[in-house]
C-alpha cells in the first residue's frame, strides 16, 4: 500500500450508482478543488476517501456497504466520508450502523461537502444532510468517456410511482432554468465535449412545478446553437412524452431519435397500482406515432414484474405488450423495500399508505 508523501490535502471519490450520481460526484470533486483539496485516481494516494452511494434498490444499498467494507479493510488509517443517496436515505442511522465509516453526508446541497469534509478531518464523527441548494458549480473534470458529458436538467421528482424512492430521497421536482442549462451545454462544447446526455429522472417534467413547459423549450435552443455535436435524451415518462419532441428530432439530425421510456408494465390494473395513469393501448399509440414520425426510431424501455397483486392476467398483459412493441429494455424483478430500524417509508398505493418492512439487524 502506497503512503501519502506530501502535506497537501488529497482524495479519492468512489462513485456508484446512475449517470445523476456521477454529475454530483463531478460537482463535489469541484467544490473539494476550490478549498484547496487534490482529486487523485487511486484511493491509495488519499487521505479521505468519499463514498457517493447509490440507495436506490436493495442491491444497490448493498454495494455501497460492501464498498465501505473493502474500503475499511484495505486502508484502516484512512478517513471514509459515506456519500449520495444512500446516506442522504439513511442519514445518522448509518453512523451507528456502520462504525467504519466517519462521516456522513446527503446529497441535497452538495456544495456543503467541503463543511462535512472538514468534520471528518477533525475526527467530528457526524451526518450532514443539508437542505435543497440551488447553485452548481463548474464542473471541471468529468468522469465519464473522454468526449462526452451528462447535464442534469432538474433534481427530484413530483411523480408519486408507488414502487420509487426518489421523492424520498431527492426531493420533490426542482428544474434548472433553460438559460442555465443553455450555458453550461455551451461552456461543455467549448471544451471539446461532442456527446450530452440530458439527464433527469422525467425530461418530459422541466418546468413543471413552476406551471411550465420548458422541456421542449430547451430542446428548440439547444438546436439553434452551432457546432458538429449531438444530444442524447435519457428517460422520458411515458405518461407526458410530448409528441411535438418529434418534430425536432427530425428537424436537427444532431438530437439523437433515441428515446429511453421506462413503462414499467402494461396491466392496468398494476399500472394503476404503480401510480401511473397510461394502459397498453395508449402506450402503444404513442410507440407508433412516435414510428410513424421518426421510422427509424430507437426506443428502449423497463419492465418490472413480480409487483404486489400481478396475477396470470396481468402477465399475460405484459407478455402481449412486449410482443407488440417489438423492442429492447430491461425486465426487473420487484423487490419489498427493506429499511433501518427506526426508519418507516410510507408509499402511496391508490388510497392505502403502506409501511415498508424493516431491515433486519
Not at 6 to 30: H, P, R, T
Not at 132 to 158: D, H, M, Q, W
Not at 294 to 313: H, K, L, N, Q, Y
Request: include cysteine; proline fraction near 4%.
Amino acid at each position: 500500500m502506497q503512503k501519502i508523501k506530501d502535506n497537501k490535502k488529497k482524495f479519492y471519490l468512489e462513485n456508484l450508482g446512475c449517470s445523476k450520481n456521477q454529475v454530483d460526484a463531478e460537482v463535489m470533486i469541484a467544490s473539494l478543488g476550490k478549498e484547496g483539496w487534490e482529486y487523485v485516481s487511486s484511493s491509495d494516494d488519499a487521505e479521505l476517501i468519499i463514498v457517493n452511494t447509490c440507495g436506490f434498490i436493495e442491491a444497490a444499498k448493498q454495494e455501497s456497504i460492501d464498498t465501505v467494507m473493502s474500503l475499511r479493510e484495505n486502508y484502516p488509517e484512512k478517513k471514509i466520508l459515506l456519500a449520495g443517496c444512500f446516506a442522504q436515505r439513511y442519514g445518522s442511522k448509518l453512523l451507528d450502523k456502520l462504525p467504519e465509516i466517519d462521516g456522513v453526508f446527503g446529497n441535497l446541497n452538495l456544495e456543503m461537502v467541503t463543511s462535512a469534509v472538514s468534520s471528518v478531518v477533525k475526527g467530528e464523527r457526524s451526518a450532514l444532510l443539508p437542505l435543497e441548494g440551488s447553485s452548481r458549480p463548474e464542473r471541471k473534470r468529468l468522469l465519464s468517456f473522454p468526449g462526452t458529458a451528462y447535464v442534469k436538467i432538474s433534481e427530484g421528482c413530483n411523480h408519486r410511482c408507488s414502487y420509487c424512492a426518489i421523492p424520498l430521497i431527492r426531493g420533490n421536482l426542482r428544474s434548472r432554468s433553460v438559460e442555465s442549462i443553455l450555458a453550461e451545454i455551451r461552456g461543455l462544447l467549448d471544451k471539446g465535449v461532442i456527446e450530452i446526455n440530458l439527464i433527469a429522472q422525467d425530461l418530459s417534467a422541466l418546468g413543471t412545478e413552476k406551471k411550465e413547459k420548458d422541456f421542449v423549450r430547451l430542446l428548440k435552443e439547444i438546436s439553434s446553437l452551432e457546432g458538429n455535436f449531438w444530444i442524447r435524451l435519457l428517460y422520458i415518462h411515458p405518461d407526458n412524452f410530448p409528441l411535438e419532441l418529434t418534430d425536432i428530432v427530425n428537424s436537427d439530425k444532431r438530437i439523437l431519435p433515441y428515446f429511453d421510456i421506462p413503462f414499467q408494465h402494461a396491466s392496468a390494473k398494476i399500472l394503476r397500482k404503480m401510480g401511473r395513469k397510461g394502459n397498453s393501448s395508449n402506450y402503444l399509440e404513442l410507440i407508433s406515432a412516435i414510428r410513424d414520425r421518426i421510422p427509424g426510431a430507437v426506443i428502449r424501455s423497463t419492465f418490472m414484474v413480480g409487483f404486489p397483486g400481478e396475477d396470470s392476467s396481468a402477465r399475460k398483459d405484459l407478455l402481449n405488450f412486449q410482443e407488440r412493441l417489438r423492442l429492447t429494455g430491461s425486465v426487473f424483478l420487484y423487490i419489498p423495500e427493506r429499511m433501518i430500524p427506526g426508519h418507516i417509508l410510507f408509499v402511496e398505493i391508490l388510497d392505502t399508505v403502506l409501511p415498508f418492512r424493516e431491515l433486519p439487524d
